[in-house]
């Protein structure tokens, strides 16, 4: 079993920054990739990034790139999320969950944990 807790979400205005977090405990955490989803009320849960296990390859959202960072941390089992530049349409649910695979993965279906979800509100 592997237990997932999100972390960081509020609400911000438009242009502000924020830092999800989300503590691993369970399985070895730095043999799995990891990944940040977002579901947007009345939506299907959307792929953000992805970091590999090592934390040396990382994958986004064409919708985030150049404002979202992905980041881990294996020492503390913890993975980041650094949003900047925030828009009123990165309003969401925001899921940490953890790959059966060390790759970056944007398949939902290759995620085998997931957390209980962080709500990140953005006002324009």
């Known amino acids: 079993q592997v237990q997932l807790v999100e972390s960081g979400g509020g609400l911000v205005q438009a242009g502000d920054s924020l830092r999800l977090s989300c503590a691993a405990s369970?399985?070895?955490?730095?043999?799995?990739?990891m990944g940040w989803f977002r579901q947007a009320p009345g939506k299907e849960s959307d792929f953000v990034a992805s970091i590999s296990a090592t934390g040396r390859s990382t994958r986004y959202a064409d919708s985030v790139k150049g404002r979202f960072t992905i980041s881990r941390d294996n020492a503390k089992n913890t993975v980041y999320l650094q949003m900047n530049s925030l828009k009123a349409e990165d309003t969401a649910v925001y899921y940490c969950?953890?790959?059966?695979?060390?790759?970056?993965?944007?398949?939902?279906?290759?995620?085998?944990?997931w957390g209980q979800g962080t709500q990140v509100t953005v006002s324009s």
């Open positions: 969950a953890a790959d059966r695979a060390p790759y970056v993965s944007a398949t939902k279906s290759e995620y085998d944990y």
């Open positions: 369970g399985r070895t955490f730095s043999t799995s990739a």
